[in-house]
């Protein structure tokens, strides 16, 4: 392709800088062993350096321009299978068996969702992500701040996050208009009942503003069971769900159950 014209509203910033694309490849912990799922290939510079290290590849790319860049890819790296479509709506339950590993520099239009859908699903291990430097402050987070919220909770419930790196808006083809981190999330026992817990967690964080016992109280809790819960996790009924733990979260569950 002689004039590739990048799509903004796909997220289309590549990396070329072949130092980083092997760091994140490092961060990402990744073995031949290993089985690899990337969102959003590109022209492939991720790709190419994930399957070199041997792991099985599933990379996934929803803009068909960039077939003919990736299919001959996959004929020099028998390992990397190239899926073209939405990774949104892809169903992985078909395509291979046992854990993956989740790598990408993701289009940011979708990271919170993707995110969140390495979270729940029980086969990922991890995740080694390039994300908006805002989201990775929003990931690790502590209670009580303006970046503290659903994804900071969600989070801790089912992993532990680090940043590993921070990449300036130069080292991509075009240059978003954020700077960037690569954030490597790894998963761990989830702590207690994770859908209960964020079923109160997105309560608390609807309407920041408010007091929980308020916002408990929108979301259709019981004002008497609320009172309780709060006071039973021994806080005080003016908190603000913000100012909670992930593990206050879990216990005020808990009570409601
Ligand atoms: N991995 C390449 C790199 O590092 O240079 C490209 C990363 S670029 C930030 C994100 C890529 O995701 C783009 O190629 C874009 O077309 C693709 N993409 C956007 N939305 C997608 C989706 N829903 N499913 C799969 N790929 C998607």
Redesign the pocket.
């Known amino acids: 392709m002689e004039q590739f014209r990048h799509?903004h509203s796909?997220?289309?910033?590549?990396?070329t800088d072949g130092n980083l694309l092997s760091a994140i490849v490092t961060d990402a912990g990744v073995t031949a062993g290993d089985t690899v799922v990337e969102?959003?290939?590109?022209?492939g510079?991720?790709?190419r350096r994930l399957a070199e290290s041997g792991a099985r590849v599933f990379a996934?790319?929803?803009?068909g321009r960039?077939a003919e860049y990736l299919r001959p890819l996959e004929e020099e790296y028998p390992n990397l299978t190239v899926i073209m479509g939405?990774?949104?709506k892809a169903d992985m339950s078909g395509l291979f068996e046992g854990k993956y590993k989740a790598v990408a520099?993701?289009?940011y239009y979708?990271t919170t969702p993707v995110l969140f859908h390495f979270l729940d699903d029980d086969r990922c291990t991890g995740a080694t992500v390039m994300v908006q430097k805002e989201v990775a402050d929003r990931i690790s987070a502590p209670p009580g701040g303006k970046d503290y919220g659903v994804l900071s909770v969600s989070l801790r419930l089912s992993g532990r996050a680090e940043r590993t790196r921070t990449v300036g808006r130069q080292m991509f083809d075009p240059p978003p208009k954020v700077d960037s981190a690569v954030v490597r999330i790894t998963k761990t026992e989830p702590i207690g009942d994770k859908e209960g817990v964020m079923k109160v967690v997105r309560a608390a964080f609807a309407m920041r503003r408010k007091t929980l016992l308020n916002c408990l109280c929108s979301a259709g809790y019981n004002k008497e069971s609320a009172t309780a819960a709060i006071t039973g996790i021994g806080r005080d009924l003016s908190v603000r769900g913000e100012r909670l733990s992930p593990e206050e979260f879990s216990a005020l569950a808990k009570f409601l159950q």
Not at 39 to 43: D, F, Q, W
Request: glycine share 12%.
């Open positions: 799509s796909l997220g289309q910033n590549f990396l969102v959003g290939a590109g022209m510079a991720l790709t996934f790319e929803i803009d960039l939405d990774f949104m520099n993701l289009p979708i």
